[in-house]
């Protein structure tokens, strides 16, 4: 099965970026999409389409693709953005759905 | 507004299985996939497969086929989707979630979600 790696955690103090990646190699054919996901909640998507935001989400979050990887980017990070963040792609055929084992971000 | 309402908690044994369903208001059900992802306890976000209302037609990732059946009811705008010979691994909350694109003018992008079913399976 297809495999997006992410690393398990960040952290980050208040005002400062955070920066998340998320490699796999159908990346370079396929979109990359962020999820945010806090304890007890449904995932909200922050970025879709590598670098779309979606009305709704503070302008402090971006996204960027190179390659095999995307990049989730928060800057000026704030407590509340302290959450789970999971990636999500698809195969080379578009087929199948995958998602990043998630990263959790820790504001300081 | 668009929204995805899901049923209620369950608790199951080792064995049995689980009938979730998602009823979708607010957008024309047949219009878009409805895929369904779990979260199980301290684990990340896992997905499921996905089912295409309008022709019934689905895909189920490798470790769920033959376990796992999606269905819809075009109906009453409600997908389904059925996990049997559960076991604990299975424990987790089911979310089914939608992504509504325009294909033209004016364009839109709306993601939505369920909040969730929290399936137990313990003896």
């Known amino acids: 099965s297809y495999e997006l790696t992410q690393p398990p955690s960040v952290s980050v103090s208040p005002g400062q970026t955070a920066t998340i990646t998320c490699s796999g190699d159908?990346?370079?054919?396929?979109?990359g999409y962020w999820y945010q996901r806090k304890p007890g909640q449904a995932p909200v998507v922050v970025i879709y389409?590598?670098?779309e935001r979606p009305s709704g989400i503070p302008d402090r979050f971006s996204g960027s693709s190179s390659g095999t990887t995307v990049t989730l980017t928060i800057s000026g990070v704030q407590a509340e953005d302290e959450a789970e963040y999971h990636c999500?792609?698809?195969?080379?055929?578009?087929?199948?759905?995958?998602f990043g084992g998630g990263t959790r971000l820790t504001v300081l | 507004q668009v929204q995805l309402l899901q049923s209620g908690a369950e608790v199951r044994k080792p064995g049995a299985s689980v009938k979730v369903s998602c009823k979708a208001s607010g957008y024309n059900f047949i219009d878009y996939y409805i895929h369904w992802v779990r979260q199980a306890p301290g684990q990340g976000l896992e997905w499921m497969g996905w089912?295409?209302?309008?022709?019934?037609?689905?895909e189920y990732a490798q470790k769920f086929q033959g376990r796992v059946t999606m269905t819809g009811d075009t109906s009453i705008s409600t997908a389904y989707m059925e996990v049997r010979s559960m076991t604990s691994d299975d424990t987790a909350t089911y979310y089914c979630?939608?992504?509504?694109?325009?294909?033209?003018?004016?364009?839109?992008?709306?993601?939505?979600w369920g909040k969730g079913t929290t399936v137990t399976v313990s003896s």
């Open positions: 979630h939608a992504v509504l694109e325009s294909t033209g003018t004016p364009y839109f992008y709306v993601d939505v």
């Open positions: 999500q792609s698809a195969d080379i055929s578009g087929t199948y759905v995958t």
């Open positions: 089912i295409n209302p309008n022709s019934g037609a689905t």
């Open positions: 389409k590598d670098n």
């Open positions: 159908a990346l370079s054919k396929q979109f």
